[in-house]
C-alpha cells in the first residue's frame, strides 16, 4: 500500500509565485490535515478536511487555501508565496476512530 | 482546545542509558495521546498510542509511556538507548469534541545519543 503520497517533494519558488501541493491517500480515511514544520515549533496545524468536499482553519491558515473535492486527495495552495512560507509541509490522514494518523514524506518548500 | 508541552528541546542520553521525554496535556475530554518519531529526512512515525484501557503502553523499539490522568501526563521511556533512536520525537493528542477532530502537537525532542 503506497498510504499517504505527496507531490512534489522539493519545489523552490520565487517571491509571488503560486503552486499547489498534492496529497493522496489510498485508505479510504475521512480526515486529512495539512501541516508545517519549522524549527523548534513542532508541526502546526494549516487546513484540514472531515471528508469530501469540507475544509476547515487549522491555527496558521493565512496564506494558504485547500480542496477536497474527492475523498482521497487533499490539495494545499499558495496564491502568492512569501519567504515566510519556506517550511516542511507534511499532510497526514486518519480514520473516524484516530486510532492513527499516517503521514506522508513531507515536501520542502523554499521560497526565494 | 487541547495542547500539549514538551520541556528541553534538545536531549542527550549516553548509549545504554535510560531514555525519558517528558509530555504534558491539557484537554477537556478525556484525550488520545500519541508519540511519534522523525528520523532525518522523513515523515512521522507513530511510535505508540494510547486511546483506552490500560494507562502504560508498550510501542516499537522497545518504547513505552504511562497515561497518568491526575499528572496529565505521558511519558515516553526506554530502558536502554541505542544509537539507533537518534531522532526527533514528538507528542500529540486529540479529542473528540463535536467540530474539534484534529491532532496537536508538542514542540519535539531531538534526541542525541552519544556513544
Known amino acids: 500500500n503506497a498510504g499517504v503520497t505527496q507531490t512534489p517533494k522539493f519545489r523552490v519558488l520565487k517571491t509571488g509565485q503560486s503552486m499547489t501541493l498534492l496529497c493522496a491517500q489510498d485508505?479510504?480515511?475521512?480526515?486529512m490535515y495539512w501541516y508545517r514544520q519549522d524549527p523548534g515549533m513542532g508541526l502546526r496545524l494549516i487546513h484540514y478536511?472531515?471528508?469530501?468536499?469540507?475544509?476547515a482553519k487549522g491555527e496558521v491558515p493565512d496564506g494558504y487555501n485547500v480542496s477536497r473535492l474527492k475523498k482521497q486527495n487533499f490539495l494545499l495552495g499558495l496564491e502568492s508565496a512569501a519567504p515566510s512560507q519556506t517550511s516542511v509541509y507534511f499532510c497526514?490522514?486518519?480514520?473516524?476512530?484516530?486510532?492513527?494518523?499516517?503521514f506522508g514524506q513531507g515536501t520542502r518548500l523554499t521560497v526565494v | 482546545a487541547q495542547s500539549v508541552t514538551q520541556l528541553g528541546s534538545h536531549v542527550s542520553v549516553s548509549e545504554g542509558a535510560l531514555v525519558l521525554l517528558r509530555c504534558n496535556y491539557s484537554?477537556?475530554?478525556?484525550?488520545?495521546l500519541f508519540w511519534y518519531v522523525q528520523y532525518p529526512n522523513q515523515g512521522l512515525q507513530l511510535l505508540l498510542k494510547y486511546t483506552t484501557g490500560a494507562t502504560l503502553v508498550k510501542g516499537i523499539n522497545g518504547f513505552e509511556a504511562e497515561f497518568k490522568k491526575s499528572e496529565t501526563s505521558f511519558h515516553l521511556t526506554k530502558p536502554s538507548a541505542h544509537m539507533s533512536d537518534a531522532a526527533e520525537y514528538f507528542c500529540a493528542v486529540s479529542d473528540f469534541s463535536r467540530g474539534n477532530n484534529r491532532l496537536a502537537f508538542g514542540k519535539g525532542n531531538q534526541v542525541v545519543v552519544i556513544p
Open positions: 497526514a490522514s486518519c480514520g473516524v476512530f484516530y486510532t492513527e494518523a499516517f
Open positions: 484537554s477537556s475530554v478525556p484525550p488520545y
Open positions: 478536511s472531515v471528508g469530501e468536499g469540507t475544509t
Open positions: 485508505m479510504n480515511h475521512e480526515y
